[in-house]
């Protein structure tokens, strides 16, 4: 049986957010996403591309509705893009890994969101042997993947 963090990458959509301006991008994430063949839109408002592809500034802009949403902003956002995916009507959350506040993971519960929090999202979209490879690894033998 997969676990709740192994299910949110069985969605066939998402969007990945990020914030240029202030950190990188997660572009790992992203590639990894579109390598395994899923439907992925950058979020981005402070640059016009992602990787060649248009970034779009809100999650109401997006082009189609997404499943599921990464968040890898800057933690002092965390809380505002998580009711910003509520608002969107998204229940699945992935929070990057020390992206994590309190508020928005109480703002996730209180919405009845499905936010995996604490674990890299690059060990899970990045089947290729890296160092990833060997988080994902140590993960597994914690019981935390």
């Known amino acids: 049986m997969n676990s709740n ?27 990894g996403l579109k390598k395994l063949g899923k439907a992925v839109f950058p979020v981005d408002s402070s640059v016009e591309e992602i990787e ?7 999650l109401e802009g997006l082009p189609a509705k997404v499943d ?3 968040l890898e902003v800057p ?6 893009w ?13 929070i990057h890994m020390g992206r994590e506040t309190p508020e928005a993971l109480a703002l996730a519960h209180d919405k009845g969101m499905n936010a995996r929090t604490g674990s890299c999202a690059v060990m899970y979209v990045k ?6 490879s060997i988080h994902k690894w140590i993960m597994k033998l914690a019981g935390k993947y």
């Open 75 to 80: 933690k002092e956002d965390t809380r505002d």
């Open 68 to 70: 599921a949403v990464v």
């Open 127 to 132: 089947p290729e042997p890296s160092y990833h």
């Open 5 to 31: 963090y192994e299910t949110f990458w069985e969605n066939d959509c998402y969007a990945v957010v990020g914030d240029k301006a202030k950190q990188n991008f997660p572009v790992l994430t992203y590639r």
């Open 82 to 94: 998580v009711a910003k995916v509520a608002d969107a009507g998204i229940e699945d959350v992935w």
């Open 52 to 58: 060649g592809d248009h970034a779009y500034a809100t």
